[in-house]
């Protein structure tokens, strides 16, 4: 069987991650896997988990770290025969070491963004959420305005990313992150990206994918079990 590909990205909100994931994602054929996203989806149904999730995401607060990481292990569970990229997850040591107790990653990708360009940016952040497409009233505007291009149907913007929650959640985002980051570097598989323009870090991300992924290597399907 072809060698898996296991990677994570890691950077503040609104540091171009899930911009940056779904280019990898079709450029490399990974599954692409975001943790805000999938915790999001649990909110839908009337679950369980759904309902005890749904108090720390609207509170911007991180879920806690043992039900997070039972929901995101066993979706990779589902996910056994495909190669990964993991976004918003690991946010913390133990969800970091949690992972790294089942999976060694390949490549943790980490964006350095400053703060002012974090702050423009999600200010300007629409969603449309049941596809969790990203638009940018500058970067990446919508075809018509206020509406996803595919279905039409109306975009949102997240309570998370007014200006008073986003100081609370990239303070926050801060303290957190160092210890992850500093398990990667000594691990030798981190990979740093400063800029302040996604357009401009692509080029050194794929070029560094591609010494590092040989898409005949991957497996050309994936079998992902459902929820
Ligand atoms: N102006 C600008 N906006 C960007 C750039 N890259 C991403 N964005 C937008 O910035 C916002 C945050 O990006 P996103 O990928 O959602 O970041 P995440 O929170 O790290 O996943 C979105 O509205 C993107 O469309 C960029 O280079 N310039
Ligand atoms: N790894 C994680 N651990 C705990 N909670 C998380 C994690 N990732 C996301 N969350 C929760 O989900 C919310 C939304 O996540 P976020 O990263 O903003 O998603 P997005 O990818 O849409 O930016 C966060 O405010 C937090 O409550």
Same mark, same amino acid.
């Given at each position: ?5 296991? *990677? ?44 005890? =999730?749904?108090?720390? =995401? ?26 990964? +990229? ?7 040591? *133990?969800? *970091? ?11 943790? $990708? ?16 629409? $969603? ?39 100081? =609370? ?20 598989? +981190? ?26 290597? +991957? ?6 079990? *459902?929820?």
């Amino acid at each position: 069987m072809a060698k898996l590909f296991r *990677a994570a990205i890691v950077g503040p909100p609104g540091s171009g991650k899930g911009t940056i994931s779904k280019r990898i994602a079709q450029s490399f054929g990974l599954q692409y896997l975001s943790g805000g996203h999938f915790l999001r989806e649990s909110l839908k149904g009337d679950t369980e988990a759904g309902v005890l =999730v749904k108090t720390y =995401v609207e509170r911007n607060m991180l879920v806690p770290d043992h039900v997070m990481t039972r929901l995101m292990l066993h979706r990779l569970e589902q996910l056994n025969s495909c190669s990964w +990229l993991l976004d918003g997850f690991p946010q913390t040591l *133990a969800q *970091a070491l949690a992972l790294n107790n089942l999976y060694q990653l390949d490549l943790v $990708i980490s964006l350095n963004i400053p703060y002012e360009t974090l702050r423009e940016r999600l200010s300007d952040r629409w $969603i449309h959420p049941p596809s969790g497409r990203v638009y940018n009233m500058g970067f990446r505007p919508p075809r018509v305005q206020g509406k996803d291009d595919i279905t039409g149907e109306p975009l949102i913007q997240h309570d998370d990313d007014k200006p008073e929650a986003l100081m =609370v959640r990239l303070r926050h985002y801060k303290d957190v992150a160092k210890p992850v980051i500093d398990l990667y570097k000594s691990q030798g598989i +981190l990979h740093s990206f400063s800029d302040t323009d996604t357009d401009q870090i692509w080029p050194s991300i794929s070029s560094l994918l591609s010494t590092k992924i040989h898409t005949h290597q +991957l497996p050309n399907t994936c079998q992902t079990q *459902a929820h």
